[in-house]
């Protein structure tokens, strides 16, 4: 806002010098006599009449947007807001009980169901006219990226992003990473005395049937993960073939995967890291590790739908996601925070002590059908 004001200012300084009339000083006596020309007055006067109206629009247009800036910023943040989220739900009630703390006039409405569902709901939304949530969160980022080809996001950069690394400001500032989660490894340490230390050890004949996973065609997680080795030297949809021959058994989403390891349904899982620490912490006997071959980082972004009825509301949420509160209340929670310096989750390494994957992003783009029919050949429907 502070450099439309001043393009404002500058614009309105030029526009104020041209129009004042300037003292000629006169020379006493030319040094030789010039014929003289006569200038197209009309022409010219009408030439600078053109610019001139061009630089006053342009100052109005300037000045009506700063007028919108500041009206938001007077304006506390009020009303109702609306999130779509693939987020556990007792999470997302215990962070939005955190915001309206700062903001106490604001009602935010939450759908909360595993990433494909919500994607089902925002399509079909589209389809019919109009989406209805102001914001959404999930971990499918190539989906993110459709909708922003479609301009269908609010471009904000939050307060307090700016200390977060440029890569996790995604697209244009459309939409942003506001904490970290992994997909690891995670074990019953009564069923397995000598865990696995590998992605491709979850092959070995000594764990044929105690594996389990969740579904790429519920989780977004999952089809991160399935969309990322695919592809991967080493893995490829031959790893698949094999965890099939190798009985892995396949549940509906990341919760699921969660609660039958830590009741010793599963013995080893395929699981995102911060629900491996919650059962963990509730005392189950679940342990995790982080694969020699890497974890993978799961995008999760959040951003503000173009369509909002209330970018005012919506903005100060994105901001309280920076917030000192924010992300110590993501750290309570399980995950690891956004911003560097911040203490992570007890038993979590530092970033840089362990191995991280990034998903593969231009193989899962260009090929969302084929991944999802691979997937579904190989494991068919998920166990409810």
């Known amino acids: 806002m502070k450099n439309k004001l001043l393009i404002a200012l500058t614009i309105l300084m030029v526009v104020l010098a041209a129009c004042t009339p300037k003292e000629v000083a006169k020379p006493e006596e030319p040094a030789v006599e010039q014929p003289a020309v006569e200038q197209p007055v009309e022409e010219v006067v009408e030439k600078v009449e053109e610019v001139v109206e061009e630089v006053v629009e342009k100052v109005e247009e300037v000045v009506e947007e700063v007028i919108e800036e500041v009206e938001e910023i007077v304006e506390p943040a009020s009303g109702t807001i609306t999130l779509y989220t693939s987020e556990p739900e007792g999470k997302v009630a215990e962070m939005v009980a ?180 919650d059962v963990k912490n509730e005392g189950s006997p679940v342990e995790h590790i982080w694969p020699e071959e890497g974890a993978l980082l799961i995008p999760t972004p959040i951003g503000i739908l173009s369509s909002t009825k209330n970018p005012n509301a919506a903005k100060a949420f994105m901001d309280y996601m920076f917030t000192d509160s924010a992300q110590k209340l993501f750290v309570k929670q399980g995950y690891v925070s956004v911003i560097d310096g911040v203490e992570p989750p007890a038993g979590v390494p530092d970033m840089a002590d362990f191995k991280v994957l990034m998903p593969d992003f231009e193989y899962i783009a260009a090929n969302r059908d084929l991944i999802r029919s691979e997937f579904e050949r190989l494991f068919g429907a998920p166990v409810e």
């Open 98 to 277: 955190d915001f309206n703390k700062l903001y106490p006039d604001v009602t935010v409405d939450v759908f909360r169901s595993g990433s494909g569902e919500v994607i089902a709901k925002i399509q079909a939304e589209k389809e019919a006219g109009e989406i209805q949530a102001d914001l959404i969160w999930f971990a499918d980022i190539d989906f993110f990226d459709k909708l922003a080809d479609e301009d269908l996001f609010l471009v904000y950069r939050p307060a307090g992003s700016d200390v977060v690394d440029e890569m996790f400001h995604y697209n244009g500032d459309r939409y942003q990473e506001v904490r970290f989660i992994f997909n690891i490894i995670a074990y019953n340490t009564t069923l397995v005395k000598t865990p696995p230390t590998s992605w491709k050890d979850l092959l070995d004949p000594q764990y044929a049937g105690m594996v389990g996973m969740p579904s790429a065609l519920y989780s977004g997680a999952a089809f991160n993960h399935v969309g990322t080795f695919a592809n991967m030297p080493g893995f490829g949809w031959e790893y698949y073939e094999a965890l099939n021959d190798n009985g892995v058994v396949v549940e509906r989403a990341n919760g699921g995967v969660q609660a039958k390891v830590a009741s010793g349904e599963f013995a080893i899982v395929q699981v995102v890291d911060f629900m491996a620490r």
